[in-house]
């Protein structure tokens, strides 16, 4: 199994819908990051936590949320899609140290 | 947020030749971490090579190594011996001590690797 899990892989939702997208880890990495990837514009921070009572925003938050249900779980939410919302999605885990970074396998989110 | 410049959206290179990635950074720090990243079609996020600023010795994987400027503020990724698996996105990012050690990261350079 994969130390970062995402789901789904891959979905199609409608404008206007609430998606949530799902990230679980057993590396017992304590930092966690979600990062949105767009052709020529690599990958941007939306938010990051520290652990299940500290939750940052990163530098492209507005317009989701996000939810750190245990030390291994930290879901990304978009209460209202819309279409430039259309992205690949990435969770990342970190256990603080340089090298300790581990990337999930994605999300291709459409929103039509 | 520290600037992380890729200034090469696109590169070509013959297989078993050699081609070099260019990055550059902006930053006031001292003591900071650089890492290059490929994405091939898979999506998969793959670390290639990472450069901690205090070392002043390159690093270097295998056919991979790095040329590291610290005053320049430029960390370039040399592939040598090109192989058609290395065709790929590249991703150049610095590590933020601030953003819970976020990873910044360059808007990629998308290698291709010719026959």
């Known amino acids: 199994d994969a130390d970062v899990t995402q789901t789904p892989r891959n979905r199609i939702t409608k404008t206007g819908k609430r998606i949530m997208l799902e990230c679980s880890q057993t590396?017992?990495?304590?930092?966690m990051y979600w990062y949105r990837q767009d052709p020529g514009l690599g990958l941007r921070l939306i938010y990051y936590?520290?652990?299940?009572?500290?939750?940052n925003k990163g530098e492209i938050s507005d317009g989701y949320s996000v939810s750190r249900q245990a030390q291994a779980k930290f879901s990304l939410s978009l209460e209202s899609a819309i279409p430039n919302q259309t992205a690949l999605y990435f969770c990342?885990?970190?256990?603080?140290?340089?090298?300790?970074?581990?990337f999930g396998s994605g999300t291709r989110l459409t929103v039509v | 947020a520290q600037t992380v410049t890729q200034s090469q959206p696109e590169m070509s290179v013959q297989e078993a030749e050699t081609v070099t990635l260019s990055c550059t950074y902006d930053?006031?720090?001292?003591?900071?971490?650089l890492f290059w990243y490929k994405q091939p079609p898979s999506r998969q996020m793959i670390l290639v090579i990472r450069?901690?600023?205090?070392?002043?010795q390159n690093a270097t994987e295998n056919r991979f190594s790095v040329n590291f400027q610290k005053a320049a503020k430029s960390f370039s990724l040399k592939i040598s011996d090109s192989q058609l698996g290395d065709a790929a996105m590249y991703f150049c990012?610095?590590?933020?001590?601030?953003?819970?050690?976020?990873?910044?990261f360059g808007k990629g350079t998308s290698l291709l690797v010719t026959p």
């Open positions: 930053t006031s720090e001292s003591d900071y971490y």
């Open positions: 590396k017992g990495h304590d930092r």
């Open positions: 990012a610095y590590r933020e001590s601030n953003s819970g050690y976020a990873l910044n």
């Open positions: 990342a885990t970190s256990s603080g140290l340089y090298y300790g970074y581990t």
């Open positions: 450069q901690e600023a205090y070392k002043q």
């Open positions: 936590s520290f652990d299940v009572k500290d939750i």
